[in-house]
Nanobody, 115 residues
Framework: QVHLVESGGGLVQTGGSLRLSCAAS????????MGWYRQAPGKQRELVAT???????NYADSVKDRFTISRDDAKNTVYLEMNSLKPEDTAVYYC?????????WGQGTQVTVSS
């Protein structure tokens, strides 16, 4: 069974930074894409950033130029570096791994940005 374990969430002030990590129990080469999603209270889960096996990235307009998704294949880990954080970024952030046979979600990590 594939497990995705997230870490790095926390409480930061507006303008601060956080780096989220998602460690996979499987070789991330096995995934067609890795992604970060977030869900704020009362709202639907939304895509934040994706990274394909080939290295292509995609970001939500709301986080472009502030967030960076990356991976370390040796560590089977995908990262989300978040800079210039805003209160609107407050949400539970989830890691997702996508493969031909299915997809897997991490447990989520809380990010709270205070003003």
């Amino acid at each position: 069974q594939v497990h995705l374990v997230e870490s790095g969430g926390g409480l930061v002030q507006t303008g601060g930074s956080l780096r989220l990590s998602c460690a996979a129990s499987a070789n991330i080469f096995s995934f067609n894409a890795m992604g970060w999603y977030r869900q704020a209270p009362g709202k639907q889960r939304e895509l934040v950033a994706t990274l394909t096996r080939a290295g292509w990235v995609n970001y939500a307009d709301s986080v472009k130029d502030r967030f960076t998704i990356s991976r370390d294949d040796a560590k089977n880990t995908v990262y989300l570096e978040m800079n210039s954080l805003k209160p609107e970024d407050t949400a539970v952030y989830y890691c997702k791994g996508e493969a031909a046979v299915g997809y897997w979600w991490g447990q989520g990590t809380q990010v709270t940005v205070s003003s």
